[in-house]
C-alpha cells in the first residue's frame, strides 16, 4: 500500500508553533519512505515524523529533515503497532512564501519484507503437530 501526505506551511510558521498532520496508515511493515521539499524552499521548510510523543524521522531529535528542491527517500524496517498512524510536523522560517512538504509511505505485509518471519511461524506450527518438547 502507498500513502502520500502533503502540508502546506504557511511563512512565518516556528518551530513552536509547529504544524501537526496525522497520517493515517494500514496495519504493516513501512519499508520505503520519501520527503519532497520542491524549488523554493531553501533550506527553510523543515520537517519530522513522529509516532506518538517519539520522533522517528530523522532518528536524532534534535534535527529535522529541511532541504532546497531534493526528495530524501530510503529504504526502512519499521513495523506500525495500532493504531497505525504517524503524525508529520512541520515548521517554515521563510518570512514570505508558504512551502508544500510531501511524503510518500510504502507499507508491505510483515511477511512480505521479512519472510523469515512465516517460517518461523510455520516451524513452531510443526512442532506443535508433531508434539515436539526441547
Known sequence: MDYKYEDTVPANTSKTNMRRLK?????????????????????LAHATIWDGEH?????????????????????????????????????????????????????????MVAPWLSLDKLAEQLKQIIGYVP
Open 55 to 111: 520522533q522517528v524521522w530523522p532518528t536524532n531529535p534534535e534535527e529535522s529533515y529541511n532541504f532546497e528542491k531534493h526528495t530524501k527517500e530510503w529504504n526502512e524496517y519499521f513495523p506500525l503497532k495500532p493504531p497505525a498512524e504517524l503524525e508529520l510536523r512541520t515548521w517554515n522560517l521563510d518570512d514570505t512564501h508558504a512551502h508544500t512538504i510531501r511524503v510518500a509511505i510504502s507499507i508491505l505485509p510483515p511477511e
Open 23 to 43: 497520517m493515517i496508515l494500514a496495519p504493516g511493515v513501512i519499508h520505503r519512505v520519501a520527503i519532497d521539499f520542491p524549488a523554493g524552499c531553501l533550506y
